[in-house]
């Protein structure tokens, strides 16, 4: 089975400074890596998925994020936070040949002015 | 397109009552999938159907939650008699073969009181 870890549960920056949110994952054999975002009062919104191909991947919002295989994270960056950004952030991984998102317990981001 | 579509968004309920949750999908995906998040821990797996079959039902509670998805088209998902740990957030997903395609609604919102 999968499991995704996302370390920390509440990220306070403020406005304009950068930011990393972290996301480990435990799997036996090769997945996909996905970050979802939800704003307020919305549903789950894809920022960007890691398929295959090139390890840095860009998002959407100025988001992108690096797969590392030998430490098995998907750490989420942003160089220049908005407050637009605030918002919870999931980390995901699935299987590539399953069925089923392993989510992580989110991140919530909360953007200082 | 039209996204995932989600109703109620919000239900509040007592304890013992019914509730039936509904999902309309992507027109034309035939994998639909249902999770929930319990308050402050991770978005969970509950089913997946293809079609109106249910693929994998691994992730149901127990035999109070009920899903159909009658003619493969929009799906239910049935709490009889609900029970206050099944307060949370319901989420459905659809998506076509290509598993970057998994789109989320924006979930319903379940409070049993």
């Known amino acids: 089975a999968q499991s995704v870890t996302q370390l920390d549960s509440q990220v306070p920056v403020f406005e304009e400074a950068p930011v990393e949110l972290r996301c480990n994952y435990s799997?036996?054999?090769?997945?996909?890596l996905f970050w979802y975002v939800q704003y307020p009062n919305q549903g789950l919104q894809l920022l960007l998925k890691?398929?295959?191909?090139?390890?840095l991947v860009k998002g959407i919002n100025g988001f992108e994020a690096e797969f590392n295989k030998s430490q098995t994270s998907f750490h989420l960056r942003k160089p220049s936070v908005h407050i637009s950004d605030t918002a919870e952030y999931f980390c995901?991984?699935?299987?590539?040949?399953?069925?089923?998102?392993?989510f992580g317990t989110g991140t919530s981001l909360t953007v200082i002015p | 397109e039209a996204g995932v579509t989600q109703f109620p968004s919000h239900s509040v309920i007592e304890k013992g009552q019914t509730v039936t949750l509904r999902c309309d999908p992507i027109?034309?995906?035939?994998?639909l999938y249902w999770y929930r998040r319990v308050m402050g821990k991770e978005i969970k797996f509950l089913l997946h159907?293809?079609?109106?079959?249910?693929?994998?039902e691994s992730g149901m509670p127990n035999n109070r939650f009920l899903a159909e998805r009658t003619g493969g088209t929009y799906s239910t998902l049935k709490v009889q008699p609900a029970e206050l740990e099944d307060s949370g957030v319901y989420f459905c997903?659809?998506?076509?073969?290509?598993?970057?395609?998994?789109?989320f609604g924006s979930g319903t919102r379940l409070t049993v009181v």
């Open positions: 890691y398929l295959s191909g090139s390890t």
């Open positions: 799997s036996s054999v090769s997945v996909y």
């Open positions: 027109s034309g995906h035939d994998n």
């Open positions: 997903a659809s998506s076509d073969r290509d598993r970057g395609g998994y789109t």
């Open positions: 159907f293809v079609k109106e079959s249910k693929q994998d």
């Open positions: 995901a991984v699935i299987q590539r040949t399953g069925n089923q998102f392993y």
